[in-house]
């Protein structure tokens, strides 16, 4: 679930990621198959939709991510991206979703998800009162998606007693919504989901339209 590169730290579904690239090889042998053999309007058609799923999973399954930055949060959902500075962030939890709670609202995490029902239903009676946080329980009994919580409520911890001043300038490991952050969250629709939706919706249409 989780992948490290220098000063951050990335936690994605590695089983979403595995589906990705599985379909994402089936479908580009599809498409081979269909480059040799095909050359009426349905395999045009038929192609052009292929092109269109590889994006879609592309954006809904691959690209997804979270990752802990020395200046805060990237959250990185299908369609949208979010950049929490650590100033921001007052706690971090998990329901059904992992969740960076800010003073303005409560962001969610596409990805990082908690699949067992019983543990989804025990997570919303510690959320109403009836159960206590867990932070002490022993890591080797606690689940995936409650291990990256506790990693960040734990970097938030750590970043905010050596906060690093001023506008984010560079969006190597922070992201696009990270440009000028200070300390609030900034969100934004990234300029690669738009080209790689658009661009093959785009060829859907014309394959339609001229083939």
Same mark, same amino acid.
């Given at each position: 679930?989780?992948?490290?590169?220098?000063?951050?730290?990335?936690?994605?579904?590695?089983?979403s990621?595995v589906?990705?690239?599985?379909?994402?090889?089936?479908?580009?042998?599809?498409?081979?198959?269909?480059?040799?053999?095909?050359?009426?309007?349905?395999?045009?058609?038929?192609?052009a939709?292929?092109?269109l799923?590889?994006?879609?999973?592309? *954006?809904?399954?691959?690209?997804?991510?979270? @990752?802990? +930055?020395?200046?805060?949060?990237?959250?990185?959902? %299908? !369609? #949208? =991206? /979010?950049?929490?500075?650590?100033?921001?962030?007052?706690? *971090?939890?998990?329901?059904?979703v992992?969740? @960076?709670? +800010?003073?303005?609202?409560?962001?969610?995490?596409? %990805? !990082? #998800? =908690? /699949?067992?029902?019983?543990?989804?239903?025990?997570?919303?009676?510690?959320?109403?009162?009836?159960?206590?946080?867990?932070?002490?329980?022993?890591?080797?009994?606690?689940? %995936?998606v409650?291990?990256?919580?506790?990693?960040?409520?734990?970097?938030?911890?750590?970043?905010?007693?050596?906060?690093?001043?001023?506008?984010?300038?560079?969006?190597?490991?922070?992201?696009?919504?990270?440009?000028?952050?200070?300390?609030?969250?900034?969100t934004?629709?990234?300029?690669?989901?738009?080209l790689?939706?658009?661009?093959?919706?785009?060829?859907?249409a014309?394959?339609?339209?001229?083939?």
């Amino acid at each position: 679930m989780a992948g490290s590169a220098t000063g951050s730290t990335t936690h994605y579904s590695t089983s979403s990621r595995v589906m990705a690239i599985v379909w994402m090889v089936v479908a580009v042998l599809l498409l081979l198959d269909l480059v040799m053999r095909g050359q009426d309007r349905t395999a045009w058609i038929a192609g052009a939709l292929l092109v269109l799923s590889i994006a879609v999973v592309h *954006v809904v399954w691959l690209r997804p991510r979270v @990752v802990s +930055t020395e200046r805060g949060i990237r959250m990185v959902n %299908p !369609l #949208r =991206e /979010t950049f929490v500075p650590w100033a921001a962030v007052q706690w *971090v939890d998990v329901v059904d979703v992992l969740r @960076v709670h +800010t003073p303005d609202q409560v962001l969610r995490s596409w %990805p !990082l #998800r =908690e /699949t067992k029902r019983a543990k989804v239903r025990e997570n919303m009676r510690r959320e109403s009162g009836y159960l206590d946080p867990d932070d002490d329980k022993d890591p080797t009994e606690m689940r %995936p998606v409650d291990l990256v919580a506790r990693d960040l409520r734990r970097d938030a911890e750590k970043y905010k007693t050596r906060p690093l001043s001023g506008p984010i300038k560079e969006i190597d490991e922070e992201g696009p919504a990270a440009l000028g952050a200070e300390e609030r969250p900034q969100t934004m629709v990234p300029v690669e989901v738009i080209l790689v939706l658009g661009t093959s919706l785009v060829l859907l249409a014309a394959v339609l339209l001229l083939a």
